[in-house]
């Protein structure tokens, strides 16, 4: 009774809103009836393995009718870990795993201490000793073999993970009156970095920046772009964080100054707890913005997870069934921004509950 | 409000000890407006001073110039024996002995209340955190809200802020008290409350420097009351004095005005 008087309230009040809801109705049904049709009725779940590899003839007699999810079973080793050595590929694998953890432990308040920063310290370490390998008796694997999930968690990890300090410093320096020069500096920074494109600038860090290098002085390109990305992310959540602290009262940092608190005491017990709250929303839209621009790193030839995902279906035999492929990364990004997304609206939640004015 | 201007004026006469802040000759501009003009006033240890005057007349200024919330241009602030200067460190020194309160009270609203009493206690007088929170439901009882102690700022009433605000800077143990219209802020039925505590506070003995515009305060309280105009001093002496004999027509006036209101 209730979804009745609902329904004819909100969907059938005129004729002119019952035929929107009709047209809306069938649309809906009918483009959700053939994504059904072609990702589950027909498609495509395995193929028979021939003498020179899978024989994918039965995708290709099914291409636009049915999906070919053969595609994601035969090659989702090579999108998740790329030209990772095959062998070694429980490393990485390891790594997306205790990245995840990392969110988890410290997505928790209650983990919000000193002893935080220190797990991250050790749990970048032991990636990094994973992922490179040379010791405890791991292959060597050089960057320029890695690839796929892990390479963009950790170049949207690392990259955030460094950018967001890093941006409150310029967002304070930006607004600090008693030293012009640093002030200046900020701006400058803020202003240039925002000033160009992410693709110039990982063009710029990974080739034209080794050519002012010392000859023999080899930059790494993953860790080129890597800083490349911690520069244009910080740019961009100076702003965010500058945002807030400008909405403070002034009565904030008033009463702060006349309790006798020194600045660095006034700014981390006062102002940033609050600044920062006040701006999560836009901070972590910035965030999922980020984590999905480290896409953008494809540019420079370094294979993550959206560049292993094109490079997968350019073997001959499964070349055309990029849609599949596709349909994949996007619940894998979707999967990690709808997460944070969710996580943040929690966050302000519980924040706001203690605090209603 | 809670003492009207006919009762009978206990003017309190204690022993008063050394000039604790001196203002000799203070000239400040916002921009081109000179807000004030060659103020110069003395205040003793234990004296209680109301400043009065209407909006505009630098009252507030003034007052925030004694924790240098405000730098002055020109002249000599000296606040317990140290002249106000660029120098961090010494504004840092006087500002743990000066207590302020604000007219919207600028509790942290992030932090229980407890936690707005033991921050400075903790951070600046470096107290162990135990004996902070011990020291802050003390003052928390003084100002009659103990029971409050876990809430948030935001739960409370406009009157109930303004004691933790007080209670707060009490906590840094001041050896003087600035009040920047405190009760401005508050509805009508919240007032007594807060001027009940600074009452209190007044007979126990600090220092204090009041503006305000509740002359029943003033004359129960006060050993001064000073009354600015358009930046500067005009007029100074004992409430009794300058409620029942103003000299000046601005004092007239401004007093006229201030009956009238109530």
């Given at each position: 009774m209730q979804a009745v008087l609902w329904a004819r309230a909100n969907?059938?009040?005129s004729w002119w809103s019952t035929a929107v809801t009709l047209v809306l109705i069938y649309l809906i049904v009918r483009g959700a009836w053939s994504f059904i049709d072609w990702a589950f009725i027909n498609a495509v779940w395995s193929v028979p393995q021939g003498p020179n590899g899978p024989n994918t003839a039965v995708c290709h007699a099914a291409q636009g009718i049915g999906a070919c999810w053969a595609v994601v079973k035969e090659k989702y080793r090579f999108i998740l870990f790329a030209f990772y050595p095959y062998a070694e590929q429980w490393r990485p694998a390891t790594c997306i795993v205790l990245l995840i953890l990392l969110y988890i432990v410290s997505a928790?308040?209650?983990?919000?201490?000193?002893e935080l920063a220190l797990l991250w310290i050790m749990t970048l370490v032991v990636i990094g000793i994973l992922m490179w390998?040379?010791?405890?008796g791991l292959t060597y694997v050089p960057q320029y073999q890695w690839g796929g999930l892990p390479l963009t968690l950790i170049l949207a990890t690392i990259g955030l993970a460094a950018a967001f300090p890093l941006s409150i410093l310029v967002a304070l320096g930006r607004r600090s009156t008693g030293l012009p020069a640093v002030r200046l500096l900020c701006v400058v920074y803020v202003e240039l970095i925002r000033g160009v494109p992410l693709i110039s600038l990982l063009f710029m860090a990974t080739t034209m920046f080794p050519l002012f290098m010392p000859n023999g002085a080899d930059i790494d390109k993953v860790l080129s772009a890597q800083v490349a990305i911690i520069l244009f992310a910080a740019a961009y959540l100076a702003e965010v964080v500058r945002a807030g602290l400008q909405s403070l009262p002034r009565g904030q940092n008033e009463a702060a100054d006349a309790l006798g608190l020194s600045y660095w005491r006034k700014t981390g017990l006062i102002i940033l707890p609050q600044a920062l709250r006040l701006v999560i929303p836009p901070l972590v839209n910035t965030f999922i913005g980020f984590f999905k621009d480290t896409s953008l790193v494809l540019i420079v030839g370094i294979f993550d997870l959206l560049k292993a995902g094109t490079t997968a279906v350019a073997d001959p035999p499964w070349q055309g069934f990029g849609n599949e492929i596709y349909v994949l990364l996007a619940v894998i990004y979707f999967a990690f921004c709808y997460a944070m997304s969710r996580y943040s609206r929690g966050l302000e939640r519980d924040l706001d509950r203690a605090r209603r004015r | 409000m809670s003492t009207s201007l006919t009762d009978p004026a206990p003017a309190s006469v204690a022993e008063k000890g050394p000039p604790i802040i001196i203002l000799d000759k203070v000239n400040k501009w916002f921009g081109q407006l000179h807000v004030l003009r060659d103020v110069s006033m003395t205040v003793a240890e234990k004296e209680r001073v109301v400043v009065c005057g209407p909006s505009g007349s630098g009252k507030s200024t003034m007052i925030r110039c004694i924790n240098r919330l405000e730098s002055h241009q020109e002249g000599r602030i000296e606040v317990d024996g140290t002249e106000l200067t660029d120098d961090t460190r010494a504004l840092d020194q006087i500002r743990r002995e000066v207590g302020m309160v604000f007219q919207s009270f600028n509790l942290f609203p992030h932090l229980t209340v407890l936690e707005n009493c033991t921050l400075a206690p903790i951070w600046v007088r470096k107290t162990p955190k135990a004996e902070a929170e011990e020291l802050g439901m003390s003052f928390l009882r003084r100002v009659r809200i103990p029971e409050q102690a876990k809430k948030y700022p935001g739960q409370l009433s406009g009157g109930q802020q303004q004691r933790v605000a007080i209670a707060r800077a009490l906590c840094m143990r001041p050896k003087i008290m600035l009040f920047d219209e405190p009760t401005s802020a508050l509805d009508p039925e919240m007032i007594k409350e807060v001027l009940d505590v600074m009452i209190e506070l007044a007979e126990s003995g600090m220092t204090m420097v009041c503006v305000t515009h509740e002359m029943g305060f003033a004359r129960r309280v006060a050993d001064r009351v000073v009354f600015m105009d358009r930046g500067e001093i005009v007029e100074s002496g004992t409430p009794a004095a300058m409620f029942e004999?103003?000299?000046t027509d601005r004092l007239k006036l401004f007093l006229s005005q201030i009956l009238r209101g109530h």
């Amino acid at each position: 009774m209730q979804a009745v008087l609902w329904a004819r309230a909100n969907l059938f009040r005129s004729w002119w809103s019952t035929a929107v809801t009709l047209v809306l109705i069938y649309l809906i049904v009918r483009g959700a009836w053939s994504f059904i049709d072609w990702a589950f009725i027909n498609a495509v779940w395995s193929v028979p393995q021939g003498p020179n590899g899978p024989n994918t003839a039965v995708c290709h007699a099914a291409q636009g009718i049915g999906a070919c999810w053969a595609v994601v079973k035969e090659k989702y080793r090579f999108i998740l870990f790329a030209f990772y050595p095959y062998a070694e590929q429980w490393r990485p694998a390891t790594c997306i795993v205790l990245l995840i953890l990392l969110y988890i432990v410290s997505a928790r308040r209650q983990f919000w201490r000193k002893e935080l920063a220190l797990l991250w310290i050790m749990t970048l370490v032991v990636i990094g000793i994973l992922m490179w390998g040379g010791a405890f008796g791991l292959t060597y694997v050089p960057q320029y073999q890695w690839g796929g999930l892990p390479l963009t968690l950790i170049l949207a990890t690392i990259g955030l993970a460094a950018a967001f300090p890093l941006s409150i410093l310029v967002a304070l320096g930006r607004r600090s009156t008693g030293l012009p020069a640093v002030r200046l500096l900020c701006v400058v920074y803020v202003e240039l970095i925002r000033g160009v494109p992410l693709i110039s600038l990982l063009f710029m860090a990974t080739t034209m920046f080794p050519l002012f290098m010392p000859n023999g002085a080899d930059i790494d390109k993953v860790l080129s772009a890597q800083v490349a990305i911690i520069l244009f992310a910080a740019a961009y959540l100076a702003e965010v964080v500058r945002a807030g602290l400008q909405s403070l009262p002034r009565g904030q940092n008033e009463a702060a100054d006349a309790l006798g608190l020194s600045y660095w005491r006034k700014t981390g017990l006062i102002i940033l707890p609050q600044a920062l709250r006040l701006v999560i929303p836009p901070l972590v839209n910035t965030f999922i913005g980020f984590f999905k621009d480290t896409s953008l790193v494809l540019i420079v030839g370094i294979f993550d997870l959206l560049k292993a995902g094109t490079t997968a279906v350019a073997d001959p035999p499964w070349q055309g069934f990029g849609n599949e492929i596709y349909v994949l990364l996007a619940v894998i990004y979707f999967a990690f921004c709808y997460a944070m997304s969710r996580y943040s609206r929690g966050l302000e939640r519980d924040l706001d509950r203690a605090r209603r004015r | 409000m809670s003492t009207s201007l006919t009762d009978p004026a206990p003017a309190s006469v204690a022993e008063k000890g050394p000039p604790i802040i001196i203002l000799d000759k203070v000239n400040k501009w916002f921009g081109q407006l000179h807000v004030l003009r060659d103020v110069s006033m003395t205040v003793a240890e234990k004296e209680r001073v109301v400043v009065c005057g209407p909006s505009g007349s630098g009252k507030s200024t003034m007052i925030r110039c004694i924790n240098r919330l405000e730098s002055h241009q020109e002249g000599r602030i000296e606040v317990d024996g140290t002249e106000l200067t660029d120098d961090t460190r010494a504004l840092d020194q006087i500002r743990r002995e000066v207590g302020m309160v604000f007219q919207s009270f600028n509790l942290f609203p992030h932090l229980t209340v407890l936690e707005n009493c033991t921050l400075a206690p903790i951070w600046v007088r470096k107290t162990p955190k135990a004996e902070a929170e011990e020291l802050g439901m003390s003052f928390l009882r003084r100002v009659r809200i103990p029971e409050q102690a876990k809430k948030y700022p935001g739960q409370l009433s406009g009157g109930q802020q303004q004691r933790v605000a007080i209670a707060r800077a009490l906590c840094m143990r001041p050896k003087i008290m600035l009040f920047d219209e405190p009760t401005s802020a508050l509805d009508p039925e919240m007032i007594k409350e807060v001027l009940d505590v600074m009452i209190e506070l007044a007979e126990s003995g600090m220092t204090m420097v009041c503006v305000t515009h509740e002359m029943g305060f003033a004359r129960r309280v006060a050993d001064r009351v000073v009354f600015m105009d358009r930046g500067e001093i005009v007029e100074s002496g004992t409430p009794a004095a300058m409620f029942e004999t103003p000299q000046t027509d601005r004092l007239k006036l401004f007093l006229s005005q201030i009956l009238r209101g109530h």
